[in-house]
């Protein structure tokens, strides 16, 4: 069974690299958050990870 869907509930330091994560193999992700401000953290904590990810591999876009 493949799962092609991820809903992550709470956007805080695990559920955005779960969210990071799942986007990076592919997957489509959904944060579900209490409110816009956590929401907002979260997509600010999955872009770090996705720079770290760069950084790292020295990618680029």
Sequence with gaps: MEFN???VVGG???GSQIAYMS???GKNV???GRNDG???RAKERVG???Q???DDLKATD
């Design 12 to 14: 805080g330091t695990l």
């Design 30 to 32: 959904t944060i579900w």
């Design 23 to 25: 986007a990076f193999h």
């Design 38 to 40: 956590s929401l907002n």
């Design 5 to 7: 869907n991820v809903t």
């Design 48 to 50: 770090r990870w996705a």
């Design 52 to 54: 770290a990810v760069k």
